[in-house]
């Protein structure tokens, strides 16, 4: 079995992808900014807890070092943490301040913890990354009026998460020797959007453990949820 690294392991989808692979016999370890919501969701789940900042270099490179000390590798990193920023705010008064929070975490966060974690990726036989994105980051779904991406209005959500899946496919060109993937856990019921999507967490958390799951050679540079490739 593998060893699994998760940000943004504390609640919704992060616990619930912990919850499940922990089920499924790997070693999981849940990682999260706030160290007694940390500690209590690693319990919850069977899972081991490790501190990690995704905004804060120093953070990020603490958290790597203490994988490296205890577990010495990990199989896959799942680059789960994220946050919606200002969800519904008049497109008029939208600063740089609020779109650099928002990439900071989505897209920035990705960029250090995956930086952070490669040396310990790359003492696996099989590495892989797994980039939790979202349909609200792709054209096709967000011009769809049919469907509830299409209907939303969040500048700097779907513009962070288009980033992520862009460089999601440009780390898989980049690192050949690893799985590169993205998930989309489609309109799912968390914090994130005030439990308002239909999905279960569960379900929500398919297209990441099938990633976090698959045998080698599955393939890189793609993006999935629970009913196959996604269109972006």
Do not use: C
Not at 76 to 88: D, E
């Amino acid at each position: 079995m593998t060893t699994i690294f998760i940000t943004g392991a504390n609640k919704g989808l992060g616990r619930e992808a912990a919850r499940r692979l922990v089920d499924l016999g790997h070693t999981v370890l849940t990682g999260a900014r706030d160290p007694e919501r940390g500690e209590e969701a690693a319990a919850a789940v069977g899972a081991r807890f490790v501190r990690i900042d995704v905004t804060d270099d120093a953070s990020v490179a603490a958290a790597a070092a203490n994988v490296a000390e205890h577990e010495g590798h990990i199989d896959v990193l799942i680059n789960n943490a994220g946050v919606s920023g200002t969800h519904g705010a008049s497109a008029e008064t939208l600063t740089g301040a609020d779109v650099l929070d928002v990439f900071d975490v989505n897209v920035a966060g990705v960029v250090r913890t995956t930086t952070a974690f490669l040396p310990l990726l790359r003492k696996s036989a099989d590495p892989a990354i797994v980039n939790v994105s979202s349909g609200m980051g792709s054209f096709t779904h967000t011009h769809d009026p049919e469907r509830a991406e299409g209907k939303a209005v969040a500048p700097i959500y779907t513009a962070s998460k288009a980033a992520l899946t862009m460089l999601t496919t440009q780390y898989a060109k980049a690192l050949p020797d690893i799985r590169v993937n993205a998930a989309d856990p489609g309109y799912t019921a968390t914090d994130l959007n005030g439990h308002s999507g239909p999905q279960t967490v569960s379900e929500g958390t398919d297209a990441i453990v099938q990633l976090a799951t698959e045998e080698r050679g599955s393939g890189t540079g793609r993006v999935i949820d629970r009913y196959g490739a996604v269109a972006w």
